[in-house]
């Protein structure tokens, strides 16, 4: 008897708990997609799943060319890249408050919905001596990466996701 009273009880708080959540649905501000209003794009560069990359040959000239681009169809266009950060792959958004990790000194004019950051494995290796840009082998490219802080013509201001450079042989 007192064995089901128990069971009765356990099972009556269970199914006061299930009813009691407000929305299961509902996670709020810190657990969701941090997507911006106007999504920043990379044309040219290739993704499989994962952030956008370019390819760089390390015996050429070594010229690196991000062209950064806004859907025409959101009404704004790219006033500025306020700010460009490299480093090796652990750069992200707090890496555009460090000036060590920033390179350009004065903001990088937009031209309607593009812009385009240029520079060369050169420059990268004398502003970041201390990461390695030597590739292992062609199946293990080097990676080096760049993070964008982007200014419409609203001065409403976007980070864009990390995008690399692969330094292949």
């Known amino acids: 008897m007192k064995q089901n009273i128990i069971k009765g009880l356990f099972l009556a708080l269970l199914a006061i708990t299930a009813f009691a959540c407000k929305d299961d649905l509902e996670y709020g ?11 920043v794009m990379f044309p040219g560069a290739t993704t499989w799943g994962g952030n956008p990359f370019i ?18 169809s959101t009404g704004r266009t790219i006033k500025e890249i306020t700010k460009v950060a490299g ?48 590739p292992g082998t062609p199946t293990v490219p080097r990676e080096i990466a760049y993070i964008f802080l982007v200014t419409l013509d609203d001065n409403s201001q976007i980070v864009t996701q990390q995008v690399r450079v692969r330094v292949i042989p």
Do not use: C, H, Y
């Open 29 to 39: 501000p810190l657990v969701r997609d941090n997507k911006p209003a106007v999504p």
């Open 87 to 134: 480093g090796g792959t652990a750069i992200n958004a707090a890496s555009l408050n460090t000036a060590a990790a920033v390179i350009n000194a004065a903001p990088i004019a937009g031209s309607g919905t593009t812009a385009v950051f240029q520079t060369t494995l050169n420059d990268f290796k004398t502003k970041f001596p201390g990461v390695s840009v030597a």
């Open 55 to 72: 390819e760089v040959s390390a015996a050429g000239a070594g010229a690196i060319k991000f062209t950064l681009e806004i859907p025409s």
